[in-house]
């Protein structure tokens, strides 16, 4: 399998007194897209970090590729990290910050790069701090792909860039991963936009690891039920419902805990049993209700 692992053990972050992770472990498996997803301030940045050695653990075990990426010129070499910000030269050229990456990284393609400058219609000859928020995130998109390091670390790089550019750069990433199969990390709060793309899913909660899945494992954990009205509110009652939708008299309600008769008693009741959105389950799981919320009646979103 091509691609970079990465082991986590007790890893913890302290900024002074802030716990950013707290004795975190988990993996990500070499040659596959993981999504790191969790609510602002659960420590994604953070640990996008530390893997690209941007930063270093208070304490605990990291492994890329089996060693310490700390002042590690190989696995530094193999590592990409782009955040939102782009992470490129502001005041360079965009066409001289892709020849600096093509004389620096092994794997660096300059056609991929030339082929997403023309898809996010952006000019070589400009500079970063010439271009839109959009269209900088759009060029951290080309550096992170055109890379091609065997683990590419993408944090929230789509923010700014307007819905046909996030759907080009997740169709071309699809595309690209395919044929140059390698790690990849996306870390997104558009769950909804990026599930196609997720094999693995790692939820971060206040620092600590919430779930670490594979995705199709976690979305077997629920169930979307779509029929009349009524059949689906007798087929839920007493059941987690995280989610609820109303077309006329056809109701859909997405319940979380499956059960191994649920597929005989929908069809008895005439009712449709569909997959479940990662994006219901993370606001779910993540979910913390007010004091003053915690005992009022489920209400329908
Ligand atoms: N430079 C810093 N100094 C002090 N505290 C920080 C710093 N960077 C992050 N933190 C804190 O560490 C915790 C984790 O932050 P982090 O940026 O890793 O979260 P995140 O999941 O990436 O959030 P978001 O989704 O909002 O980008 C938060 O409590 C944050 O306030």
């Known amino acids: 399998m091509n691609g970079f692992g990465v082991e986590v053990r007790d890893l913890m972050a302290r900024y002074d007194t802030t716990v950013a992770l707290d004795t975190v472990s988990f993996a990500l498996r070499p040659g596959v897209i993981t999504g790191l997803l969790g609510r602002n301030g659960s420590g994604k940045t953070t640990a996008l970090s530390l893997m690209a050695a941007f930063r270093r653990p208070s304490s605990g075990t990291l492994l890329v590729d089996g060693e310490d990426p700390w002042e590690n010129e190989r696995v530094m070499a193999g590592t990409c990290l782009v955040r939102e910000s782009g992470d490129v030269a502001n005041d360079q050229k965009l066409k ?88 990849i990390v996306l870390s997104s709060h558009l769950i909804g936009e990026i599930e196609r793309l997720l094999e693995d899913v790692v939820v971060l909660d206040r620092g600590k690891v919430l779930t670490v899945s594979d995705a199709e494992t976690l979305r ?39 059960l191994p008769d649920d597929a005989v008693r929908a069809r008895q009741a005439g009712l449709e049993l569909g997959p479940v959105a990662l994006q219901d389950l993370f606001v779910h799981l993540t979910d913390r209700p007010s004091p003053a919320a915690a005992h009022t009646p489920e209400e329908s979103r």
């Open 220 to 258: 077997s954990d629920g169930v979307t039920v779509t029929g009349s009205s009524d059949a689906v509110e007798l087929f839920v009652a007493g059941r987690t419902v995280v989610a609820r939708q109303q077309l006329g008299r056809t109701a859909q309600a997405t319940v979380i805990g499956a």
């Open 96 to 183: 001289d910050t892709l020849d600096f990456l093509g004389d620096r990284r092994p794997l660096f393609s300059r056609e991929l790069a030339d082929s997403l400058l023309d898809r996010f219609e952006l000019d070589p000859l400009t500079r970063p701090d010439r271009l839109s928020r959009g269209k900088r995130s759009a060029f951290g998109v080309v550096v992170g792909l055109a890379s091609r390091t065997p683990l590419t670390l993408l944090d929230e790089v789509h923010l700014g860039m307007d819905a046909p550019s996030r759907y080009a750069f997740y169709d071309a990433l699809l595309a690209d991963w395919v044929e140059h199969p390698r790690t």
